[in-house]
């Protein structure tokens, strides 16, 4: 379905009917197991039990490989099952990766307390400069594991640039696209070799599956990713894959809706005096707002901003919201608020990726944008 744009992929792409019945949407195979034709005899080749594949998991795969332009899409467990999986599929003891210095602080807690303990080493830079990126990069740097959008301080990468120098030094450029999603940016037309994803979070879309997900060209990295999935089990189970399909079929329009809200909301909040920084690559002051223009078709519903009255003021103002939510995650249709410095950063306290602790990030909804705006300003009062 290549030739299709993409809403119609997002509702079409590996979701035929059912031939049996006829039913329009892709059943839930709820089985751990499948019949034999004869001792080896598997259906369909892989369908011989459930932690090796799934037919409703083989849809929502279809599905997001067409999304991001790939030829291959595995579904995980979780998008740190499926970050995991990446690392460990191309990393050995030995190896080198470059991180940026703004990164999920899941993804930087994997590394700096799991990974380095099996012999994994890495470097911390500005993604955002090329030319730190290439000074960073060492003779046994296999990755350069990227998130543009970054979390939680919006920073852009140039995806293209990135991925010409590690090329250049014989390495794999690895994108988080969890918060552009496909429909904003895809890093694998820009030159990425590995795209991953957090399906928790805007392509699930409505706050009630947890998923990931990892799309790439390369057939013998698929099978790589596809032999440790079966070995370790970071499976997602057919409903959980099956609520994920049913949310990207809206994904576009939901998106239109976070962006048009975020851009407002974003104008509020620079406009507040209690407010002494918005990080939103919309914005044209944003450092990145051009590169991000380029890559990404709009900026995404994502922002953070600084307090004036610092952490005691950030922590009153995420205590005082009705309609934004005091809760970790992102991307659902209802707006969150959360404080990364002892909520989802935590764990680079003390590191190179420490965020700053007056920092708010909001995950902006699908509300109606003029009473998100009320609430923000009833919170910083």
């Not at 590996?14 to 598997?42: C, E, K, L, M, N």
């Not at 608020?337 to 935590?346: F, V």
Request: with cysteine; proline share 4%.
């Amino acid at each position: 379905m290549e030739n299709f744009g993409f809403e119609t992929r997002a509702i079409h792409a590996g979701q035929g009917t059912d031939p049996r019945t006829g039913a329009v949407i892709v059943p839930i195979y709820q089985t751990s197991t499948y019949a034999q034709d004869g001792v080896g005899g598997t259906r369909d080749g892989d369908y011989e039990y459930s932690r090796t594949a799934n037919p409703t998991r083989t849809a929502l795969e279809a599905q997001l490989a067409s999304l991001e332009g790939a030829r291959h899409g595995l579904a995980f467990a979780s998008g740190m099952a499926a970050s995991d999986s990446v690392l460990r599929s191309v990393l050995r003891p030995g190896d080198h990766l470059v991180l940026g210095n703004d990164a999920y602080g899941g993804t930087f807690r994997l590394i700096d307390k799991v990974l380095t303990g099996w012999g994994i080493g890495y470097t911390v830079t500005d993604l955002s400069e090329v030319a730190s990126v290439r000074a960073a990069i060492r003779p046994e740097t296999k990755l350069i594991w990227c998130e543009s959008p970054s979390n939680p301080l919006l920073g852009i990468a140039d995806i293209a640039a990135l991925a010409e120098a590690a090329h250049d030094a014989g390495a794999r450029l690895v994108v988080d696209n969890t918060f552009a999603t496909p429909y904003l940016q895809n890093p694998l037309a820009l030159g990425a070799d590995i795209v991953v994803h957090s399906t928790t979070k805007y392509l699930g879309g409505h706050s009630d599956v947890v998923g990931g997900a990892v799309l790439t060209n390369e057939d013998e990295l698929r099978e790589q990713l596809f032999f440790l999935r079966n070995a370790s089990g970071a499976v997602p189970g057919p409903f959980d894959a099956w609520l994920t399909l049913r949310g990207v079929k809206t994904l576009a329009v939901r998106m239109e809706r976070h962006c048009d809200n975020a851009e407002l909301v974003a104008e509020a909040l620079a406009a507040h005096p209690k407010v002494t920084k918005v990080y939103y690559p919309g914005l044209a002051e944003h450092p990145g707002h051009e590169v991000a223009a380029k890559q990404m078709s709009r900026f995404g519903g994502m922002i953070s901003f600084r307090h004036a009255d610092g952490e005691s003021g950030a922590l009153a103002a995420a205590a005082r919201t009705s309609l934004f939510t005091l809760a970790e995650s992102l991307g659902g249709i209802e707006s969150l608020i959360e404080h990364p410095g002892r909520m989802t950063h935590a764990s680079t306290s003390g590191s190179l990726l420490e965020v700053p602790d007056d920092l708010l990030r909001l995950s902006v909804g699908i509300e109606d944008a003029s009473d998100l705006i009320t609430d923000l300003r009833h919170a910083l009062k």
